[in-house]
């Protein structure tokens, strides 16, 4: 019924295949032509150099093998002294805010003067006040100034004012003073101590010469001369701290005046100036080299304007005066003033030789600290 039977082959051609050949695309790509560059380099030469000190026999090395034992005594005791001081130096910097957001510019300066601070105390200027003078305390961070009047009025009683500003204070203001101290006279002259920062001398136009302690916020007055027999009877001029081993603790400040006269004056527990020694200048006992005019009374007086020490010989001081010219003086001179005042202690005529005139007044001199003879 059933058998085996051989069928010929059916195929289907698929129509998938002949789809997608129909769509089939061929593309090509190729970058440009790449650069290429081949260099090479090499030292000319080589040269080695070499050098080496003679050995000192008298020399000290430093043996590794000692160790412990290598010891200086001089070192030690050196250390040993300066120890203290130098931790509380440490300690002090380690504290302080001074170089806060300081940059070092190691680049060549500016040659140029620029303005940094224009300072002024608003209401000296409102009364029109002069600038009479400037003092950098020992710390060089704290600028005092002096306002009053030059050559102004009878005894100038008009009040005046010292201000001092600190630089390096946080929240700095120029138009504002960190101190302001009113004087009931003008403030001719101001000094600051050479090694207390807080303490200022000053000369006033009606002769006296005080004394303030700028930390102290209460009362920074703290010494002054009074109007006596001993006071200057003239305006003065120029104060200068004395600064001496042998005085201790008490402080001396020396004062100038035109009415000729050269005070120095120390300081009591009390507060009062006392005068300690003086000198007088007085026309008929000026050197006879000079040619100014000696006709009239022989205790008139010659205006002393400015006045500096020998940085050599502390025995030896040069003023100035109005008349133009400069005076050397000795403070050893024991030659009596020729002046008719009830000083509590004898004046001496210092002056030995006179310079050279000028036109016109001296107003400052200094004595040079690196030439003995200079003076300008």
């Known amino acids: 019924m059933f058998s085996d039977a051989v069928l010929e082959g059916v195929s289907v051609e698929s129509v998938w295949r002949k789809s997608q050949e129909g769509h089939r695309e061929s593309r090509s790509c190729q970058t440009n032509p790449l650069k290429t560059k081949d260099a090479c380099n090499q030292t000319c030469g080589i040269r080695e150099m070499g050098t080496q000190t003679e050995k000192n026999v008298n020399q000290r090395t430093l043996d590794v093998d000692l160790g412990p034992l290598l010891d200086y005594p001089d070192l030690g005791q050196f250390l040993k002294r300066v120890e203290g001081v130098v931790i509380k130096e440490l300690e002090k910097n380690l504290k302080s805010h001074a170089f806060d957001g300081f940059d070092v510019n190691w680049e060549e300066q500016n040659e140029l003067v620029t303005c940094l601070h224009s300072l002024q105390y608003p209401e000296a200027l409102e009364l029109q006040l002069q600038v009479t003078s400037v003092s950098w305390n020992s710390t060089g961070s704290v600028v005092a100034c002096s306002y009053g009047r030059l050559g102004d009025g009878d005894w100038s009683t008009e009040k005046s004012y010292v201000c001092t500003w600190n630089l390096d204070r946080r929240g700095f203001l120029p138009n504002h003073p960190d ?19 807080s303490l200022i001398a000053g000369g006033l136009y009606n002769g006296e010469v005080l004394l303030w302690d700028t930390s102290r916020t209460d009362d920074p007055l703290i010494g002054r001369t009074g109007l006596t027999a001993d006071t200057h009877t003239d305006a003065v001029y120029q104060v200068v701290w004395m600064h001496k081993k042998t005085q201790g603790h008490r402080h001396q400040v020396l ?44 205790d008139t007086a010659v205006g002393v304007t400015c006045f500096s020490f ?29 002046v008719s005042t009830d000083s509590s202690i004898s004046l001496k005529a210092p002056a030995q030789f006179t310079f050279s005139p000028h036109r016109g007044p001296v107003y400052s001199v200094d004595c040079s600290p690196f030439h003995r003879y200079a003076s300008f």
């Open 179 to 197: 101190t302001v101290i009113d004087v009931q006279s003008s403030v001719m002259c101001l000094a600051f101590h050479p090694l207390q920062p």
């Open 255 to 298: 004062s100038v005046s035109t009415d000729g006269k050269i005070l120095v004056w120390q300081l009591d527990k009390e507060g009062h100036l006392v005068l300690l020694d003086g000198f007088a200048l007085v026309t008929q006992q000026i050197p006879s080299n000079t040619k100014i005019n000696k006709q009239g009374r022989e």
């Open 310 to 338: 020998s940085h050599f010989d502390p025995s030896q001081f040069v003023v100035g005066v109005e008349g133009g010219y400069l005076l050397k003086c000795s403070a050893s001179s024991q030659t009596l003033a020729a």
